[in-house]
């Protein structure tokens, strides 16, 4: 079946600091690829995405690279503030279907 | 634009009420998702409609949970009779189907319900 799955948070840094979240899928197609934030009290939203192997999806600082070989697809900030803490989730989809298969979400938080 | 737009916000119910969430999607998007978020199982995919007709409800969680959509503006999600195990966010998304893929999903705000 398709799958994913991500880092265990919560994730704690100060601002300023470099982020990495994991995330790892199973897929029995060839999938895209998505980062959904979901910010305190608000739905998720897109932060970025890509469609196809070694594309970078970018957005707001943030940037994961689709990496077929290893089945993963990163979050990375290289300074984070405290207005990036959130939830973020990693998604997939397949063929073009619009059904989301979501990761199951790591908690950030930014310390000043 | 207005986006998603769900009700009630906020729902406390005893167990055993019937419950009824809504969701009107943005407009022209022909595809409509209704998703339960909870600590221990986090973001389920319970239903999804396309141009009004559902095509997969295999996240539906039992027989006591039930989805409309009997236009293009309007969704129902009903859960009856409600159990406390029910307590979640329950989101709606829409997207459109049609055009250049995307695969981006427009989230509303979400409906928290607590059973008691």
């Known amino acids: 079946g398709n799958s994913v799955t991500q880092m265990e948070g919560p994730v704690t840094l100060s601002e300023e600091a470099f982020l990495t979240i994991n995330c790892t899928y199973t897929?029995?197609?060839?999938?895209?690829l998505f980062w959904y934030v979901q910010y305190p009290g608000e739905g998720l939203q897109l932060l970025l995405k890509a469609t196809k192997a070694d594309d970078k999806g970018s957005n707001k600082g943030f940037e994961a690279t689709y990496r077929k070989e290893t089945t993963s697809f990163h979050l990375e900030k290289g300074s984070v503030q405290v207005s990036d803490s959130a939830v973020y989730f990693c998604a997939l989809s397949i063929g073009g279907a619009q059904k989301l298969v979501f990761g199951q979400g790591t908690r950030l938080t930014i310390n000043p | 634009d207005a986006g998603v737009i769900q009700s009630p916000r906020h729902e406390v119910t005893e167990m055993g009420q019937e419950v009824t969430l809504r969701c009107k999607p943005i407009?022209?998007?022909?595809?409509l998702f209704w998703y339960r978020q909870t600590m221990m199982r986090g973001l389920e995919l319970l239903i999804y409609f396309n141009n009004n007709v559902p095509i997969d409800d295999s996240g539906m969680p039992e027989d006591r949970f039930s989805a409309k959509m009997p236009n293009a503006s309007f969704s129902t999600l009903k859960i009856q009779p409600s159990e406390p195990r029910d307590s979640a966010v329950y989101f709606c998304?829409?997207?459109?189907?049609?055009?250049?893929?995307?695969?981006?999903?427009?989230f509303g705000e979400g409906s928290r319900l607590t059973v008691l």
């Open positions: 897929a029995t197609g060839y999938p895209s």
């Open positions: 998304a829409s997207s459109s189907a049609g055009g250049p893929y995307t695969g981006e999903l427009f």
């Open positions: 407009s022209g998007h022909n595809s």
